[in-house]
């Protein structure tokens, strides 16, 4: 799997955190600071409530498998 974490920056401590994307939207706890904070990715333009971030995931999930469909189809070819 790849992985599914993004950085944002802790609004209280300064600090860059790995946020889980599926907490998009929902209240994670820095680690450093203890501050409660919502996740949101900056580097979305929109930002995403809890229902297009499942249909980001699942835009993500169709680019990888379509990337592991055509290197799979590749070595077929180059097998046979
Ligand atoms: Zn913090």
Same mark, same amino acid.
Not at 8 to 31: F, S
Not at 48 to 67: G, K, N, V
């Given at each position: 799997? !790849?992985?599914?974490? %993004?950085?944002? &920056?802790?609004?209280?401590?300064?600090?860059?955190?790995?946020?889980?994307? &599926? %907490? @998009?939207?929902?209240?994670?706890?820095?680690?450093h600071?203890?501050?409660?904070?919502?996740?949101? *990715?900056?580097?979305?333009?929109? %930002?995403?409530? $809890? &229902? $297009? $971030?499942? $249909?980001? @995931? !699942?835009?993500? *999930?169709? @680019?990888?498998? /379509?990337?592991?469909?055509?290197?799979? /189809?590749?070595?077929?070819?180059?097998?046979?």
């Open positions: 799997m !790849a992985a599914t974490y %993004y950085v944002q &920056e802790c609004p209280t401590c300064g600090r860059n955190l790995q946020v889980r994307v &599926e %907490y @998009l939207g929902k209240r994670v706890v820095c680690q600071c203890k501050a409660k904070f919502e996740a949101c *990715d900056p580097s979305s333009a929109a %930002y995403p409530p $809890s &229902e $297009s $971030s499942l $249909s980001l @995931l !699942a835009r993500a *999930d169709q @680019l990888i498998e /379509s990337a592991t469909r055509s290197s799979l /189809s590749t070595i077929t070819r180059s097998a046979i």
